[in-house]
Every structure is written in structure tokens, then in C-alpha cells.
DNA sequence: TCTGGGGTCCTAGGACCC
DNA sequence: TCTGGGGTCCTAGGACCC
């Protein structure tokens, strides 16, 4: 019998809690992390305050503005101090456990299997005791050390843990049993699940499906229509089974092929504030810019370059080629330039310009000769290091009249 | 629920080859 | 000019996650 050595640690309204340890005067107080009141973008983090009153994340600001109570505080966020804790956050998960991967910035899967005697004292009632102990001892430590709080999960596989984290949340720590993962699952929601997510809910719900007991024993042919492949998958991960591995670090750039191949991709977008086709150039040559930027940064060249363009009406598509790797923007534009005449089909406002690099891989040793692109590409790159992001761009980017539009500011 | 920005993974269909 | 069938690669789109 498999035992739940499995555990998912999650830190609780991660955003919120990092802006709080900025900022002592949040606490306690109604906190939205994504945007100021009333402008634009979504939330990625609300704290328990102000959930009571509606806000959710990936709520727009505008809703979450208008639910919010008047003494709420809206902050944009700092994403340097949050990248800072979840790196902090790992180095003491790692001196629980020795395998940990990172799932996301405040998502951690650690495996515990063949711990329980290391850590094993006369009190623990059992194997499973010990190893709770220990990942509250764990959370303890986060909060004790950084001031973040978490929860975590402890299950015999990976969705199991993950449902477990959140139901023990906030600040708690769940332990599930081998052989009561089906009833602890049997009546939560079907959107719980991770791999469940609006579409198929609202798919589900059609065929009278909402709780996951419900989707354990549901017709076959019905689940296959909404899961496709993944069907048999969901259905186990509903009954509490799934992989007991941690899997795969994600980002996956440390992943190399013997041919140089690198696994991921890097994108770079922006929606407009008024859907323009003006600015459309200049945004296009910026984006160009930024991920041409970020690729020379992680030594890589992009073999495929897609466009992506969404309309005022949300219809959204994309135009993709293949091409010979670069890390040049102005290749990157030329391409870009070129797909983007592919995919404006439609006399439309323009809403949102994206541009993905893919099929990346390892750019080869530094070359003695380098053609005009690279050499600018590469001064570039060396201004910026020493006066920022924004000291040098493309003549296209700033436009004919200087403008920066497409930079947040 | 009128929707930001960064990703991952899967699938259907077409092109192309033998 | 029309005809198999399988394999593989590529592209566009979609669902999902944080």
C-alpha cells in the first residue's frame, strides 16, 4: 500500500503577504495586489479581508474596485521582492526534504518517501504522524523566518496533495490517509481539481456533474467528449490517484538535448489601452525588442517566431513560421512584421500584439565574426546593463513623434 | 466572469514522403 | 489523371495554470 509521503506546500496569499512584509501598514487591512483602483489589469492576489467581500484573483481591477470596501489598499505589486521570497522560501524547504521542485513562484512539491525513520520521535502515533509533524514544523520554519504563511498537503499523489494544501488553507496542514482520498474528494466541486477549469465546468454542469464524486462514475462516452485524451486521467485524479513523483523543475530552461534544443519559449505581449492600429509598429518593434533581449540573455536562439494578434471583439489568433535560429530583433521584427500583415485580416481595432520565440536552442560558441545585427544587438544589450532597460531602442519603437506608448511606466 | 501577462501541454488537420 | 495507407512534421487553436 502506497503511503501519503507526497506533499504540496503553498504559501498563502503569496503576493499579499510579500507587500505586507514591504509595507507594515497593510496588515490587517483589505489588500488587492495586481493594479491600482480603477485601472486596468486583473488581481493576482486578494487577502482574507477583502475576499469577504467578493474579490477573487483573476477578477478585473474594475470589478474588484467596485466590490472592495473604501479603506482597501490597491498595490501593483513588486515582482523583484516576490522572486526574491519564493527563492528564500526554497532554501528552507530544501532543508526538510531533499527532493523539491518548484511548481510555480509560490508552489513547492516536495517528496518525503523513505524520510519517516530520519525523522521519527518517541510521541509521532505513527509513520504518517511523523511526517505531518515534520511539514508543520516545515511551515512554521517559513513563517518564523520570512513571515510568509503557508499551508501544505500530504497525499500518496500530486493532485491529491494539491486539493489537500488548499483545503487546508489558511495556514493549516492536511494529511490524507491512503485509502480515504475518493471519499475526502467525493463532494467537492469538479473545478477543485487541478486540470478542471472553467470550460470544462461549465461543460460538466451541463450534464449535471459538480462534484467530483459525481465525475468518478460518469458515463464514459460523456467524459471522453469534454477530456479528449485526458479523460482517464481526470477520472483517476478525481478518485485521489496520480503520479507520486514531483516531476519536472518548470521553468524548463535548464532542460538541454544533445542537438542544443532547449525546452520552453519566451513571449512578450501587450494590450493596448484603446484599441489603435497606429501604434501597432511601434509595439510590434518593442516587443521585438524585449524578447530578442531576453533570449540573447539566456544564450539561446529561437528557431520559430509566432505572432499573436487579438482583436477588439476577443477573437484572437496566430500566425507562425520557422525560421533560421536568431536572437537578432531585427530579424525577430522582420518576421514579426510579416505574420503580422498575415494575421490582420480583419478591418478591426487591434486589442492585444504578442510575439513568442520557440523551438530555441543553445546559441553556439561565441562566433569571431558577427554580422552587423549581432554586433548592434550585442552594444545593445551592453548600454542596457549599465543604464537600464529603456536607454536604447529601435527607432521604430519610439515612434515618429518619440513615444513610448507601449511602456507601462 | 467582459477578461493581464507569462507560461505548458494537447489535438486536429494539412503537407509531404514513400 | 486517379488511386492506397502509414508515418512524420508543421501549424493554428484551445484549455489550463499561477
Redesign the pocket.
Known amino acids: 500500500m502506497l503511503a501519503p509521503r507526497m506533499c504540496c506546500l503553498d504559501l498563502d496569499t ?1 503576493f499579499v503577504s510579500v507587500e505586507r512584509l514591504l509595507d507594515p501598514s497593510l496588515r490587517g487591512v483589505p489588500v488587492v495586489v ?1 493594479g491600482r483602483r480603477g485601472g ?3 488581481v ?1 492576489s486578494a487577502s482574507y479581508e477583502v475576499r469577504a467581500f467578493g474579490v477573487r ?4 481591477i ?2 474588484a474596485s467596485e466590490r472592495a470596501p473604501a479603506h482597501a489598499v490597491f498595490v501593483p505589486g513588486h515582482g523583484d521582492a516576490h522572486s526574491e521570497y519564493s527563492a528564500r522560501t526554497r532554501t528552507i524547504v530544501e532543508r526538510f526534504s531533499p527532493v523539491v521542485i518548484a ?5 513547492h512539491y516536495l517528496d518525503f518517501r523513505g524520510c519517516e525513520r530520519l525523522y521519527r520521535r518517541a510521541g509521532d502515533a505513527d509513520e504518517d504522524a511523523t511526517i505531518a509533524r515534520v511539514v508543520r514544523d516545515m511551515t512554521q520554519a517559513i513563517d518564523r523566518e520570512l513571515g510568509l504563511p503557508a499551508s501544505a498537503g500530504i497525499a500518496t499523489s500530486k493532485p491529491m496533495a ?1 486539493v489537500a494544501s488548499g483545503l487546508a488553507k489558511p495556514q493549516g496542514v492536511l494529511l490524507v490517509r491512503a485509502g480515504t482520498e475518493a471519499e475526502t474528494l467525493a463532494p467537492l466541486p469538479v ?1 477543485k ?11 460538466l454542469r451541463a450534464l449535471g456533474i459538480e462534484t467530483l464524486g459525481q465525475l468518478v462514475t460518469a458515463p464514459e462516452a460523456a467524459l471522453r467528449r ?1 477530456f ?3 479523460t482517464a486521467g481526470i477520472r483517476r485524479a478525481a478518485r485521489g490517484e496520480g503520479s507520486d513523483d514531483v516531476g ?1 523543475e ?4 535548464r532542460e538541454y538535448d544533445p542537438d542544443g534544443a532547449v ?9 493596448f489601452v484603446e484599441a489603435s492600429a497606429g501604434t501597432a509598429g511601434e509595439v510590434l518593434s518593442g516587443l521585438c525588442e ?2 530578442g533581449s ?1 533570449a540573447r540573455r539566456r544564450g539561446v536562439l529561437a528557431g ?1 517566431v ?1 505572432l499573436k494578434l ?1 482583436y477588439s471583439d ?1 477573437d ?7 525560421i533560421a535560429p536568431t536572437s537578432v530583433d531585427t530579424e525577430l521584427h522582420r518576421v514579426a512584421l510579416e ?1 503580422y500583415r ?2 490582420r485580416i480583419r478591418d478591426l481595432p487591434i ?2 500584439l ?1 510575439v ?1 520565440l ?2 530555441l536552442r543553445l546559441d553556439a560558441v561565441q562566433l569571431p565574426l558577427f554580422d552587423a545585427g549581432e554586433r548592434r544587438s550585442e552594444a545593445v544589450d551592453r548600454v542596457r546593463d549599465r543604464f537600464g532597460y529603456h536607454a536604447v531602442h529601435l527607432a521604430t519603437t519610439l515612434g515618429s513623434r518619440g513615444r513610448r506608448r507601449w511602456h ?1 511606466g
Open positions: 503569496f495586481g486596468r489589469g486583473v493576482t484573483s483573476g477578477m478585473s474594475r470589478e511548481a510555480s513562484i509560490d508552489e494539491k473545478r481539481l487541478p486540470g478542471i477549469g472553467p470550460v470544462s465546468e461549465s461543460r469534454i479528449g485524451g485526458y519536472r518548470r521553468p524548463a530552461f525546452a520552453g519559449t519566451i513571449s512578450n505581449e501587450h494590450t524585449r524578447v531576453r520559430h509566432t487579438r476577443f484572437t489568433l496566430t500566425r507562425g513560421r520557422t505574420l498575415e494575421a486589442r492585444l504578442g513568442v520557440a523551438k507601462d
